[in-house]
């Protein structure tokens, strides 16, 4: 289980175990009548009299303590985005291929001999004491700032994009819906997120290309890239305009599909798997993504994704890190897959704590030793 999933299950729980299993309304104990994705079971709609004279009084309540509820999810992200800027950190080092210590060899739960990579705390003790303390959480500002302009930008996309046709299915009764409408509920939820998704995206990557540098500058010890607007003046003066956005693609891919596949397993176990209506409110939540079972597979299949789109905005930036021997110059997102993919390296980074040498290696003697230079291996390590 990497870093990401980590977060996505603290987040989740912290924030939406209470409600997830509660069929009232996210804030309160009082009937629920805030919009919800098809993939949730729908409560009363305001038609219903046996629910209309409990829910319009509440609707100013509903809306204040509802923005209250996602101030504290925003915060709660936010504290543990910055906790776990280390272990961030290290991982994202380890997508774009730096090893400064050298692989040992060790043996798999099988008993089969392989080299074993330092884990992510040793990674993180080799940066302390290269970089002092507070280098563990270079980046920590873009990193911040993006969250924010992130968090609120999904939050003010998604609540306007709205469907007539949803308004009037969620008025009626979930055992009123047949299956086309219920489709059409996902459907219509599904693509409201992934439009928050694309907007977020899109508007903050500037900033992740700026984090992204920031920590990957720590190979070559450069100092360009020392707060935000240094950085964005040092990436416009490197690649121009579009140095902002290196990286786009492949991450709007991996993020996207990670998104799809987690509404669409959501939304097929909630209709073709769980049956008992009182069940659906433990496989879902107010967005599809808070299942942090569908998450970790969705981000697990996805993750090549993220790897090449970190190696992408570190290429050719001129930074150490980004360029030979350290990284090749690569001419697209799509080089940069085939490069890595031949290397067998789309997946590195995604284990922080059982971590295996996969390049070149021979068994001399019963012991597995690496043939030539491992990645890194120019950095003399520190004792």
Known sequence: MDVSSVKNWVSWSAVWFPACFAPQCLVCNTPDDHPRPSYMPNQPGPEDPSAAAGTAPMANHHYDEANEHICYQMAVKLGLNVALSPIDNAKLLMQIGFEPL?????????????????????????????????????????????????????????????????????????????????????????????GGRLTCIILTHPLTVVKIRCIAQFIGQETQHSGILSSMRS????????????????????????????????????????????????????????????????????????????????????????????????????????????????????????RYYTGPQVVLGGRVVPVGNYPGSGVAPLQ
């Not at 697990?300 to 970190?310: G, I, K, Q």
């Open 102 to 194: 050298p692989p040992t060899p060790t043996k798999t739960l099988f008993g089969r001999p392989v080299l074993g990579l330092p884990n992510v705390f040793k990674y993180m003790n080799y940066m302390r004491k290269r970089d002092g303390f507070w280098g563990l959480y270079r980046g920590s500002t873009s990193r911040i700032v993006c969250q924010l302009v992130s968090g609120c930008t999904f939050h003010q996309v998604t609540s306007r994009i709205t469907f007539k046709e949803e308004d009037r299915l969620r008025r009626k009764r979930e055992e009123d819906l047949t299956e086309d409408e219920l489709r059409k509920l996902f459907m219509m939820a599904t693509l409201r997120d992934l």
């Open 235 to 354: 990436i416009y003066q490197e690649n121009g305009i579009l140095g902002f956005f290196a990286g786009l693609v492949p991450r709007l891919l991996g993020d996207l599909l990670s998104a799809l596949l987690v509404a669409s397993l959501t939304y097929v176990v909630n209709n073709y798997v769980v049956e008992d209506k009182e069940l659906k409110t433990y496989t879902g939540s107010t967005m599809a993504s808070y299942c942090c079972v569908f998450q970790y597979i969705g981000s697990a299949l996805t993750y090549p994704f993220h790897v090449v789109s970190t190696c992408s905005a570190v290429s050719n930036s001129g930074l150490v890190a980004g360029s030979p021997p350290y990284m090749p110059h690569y001419s697209s997102w799509v080089d940069c897959w085939r490069d890595l993919s031949a290397g067998n390296q789309l997946k590195r980074g995604g284990s922080i704590f059982f």
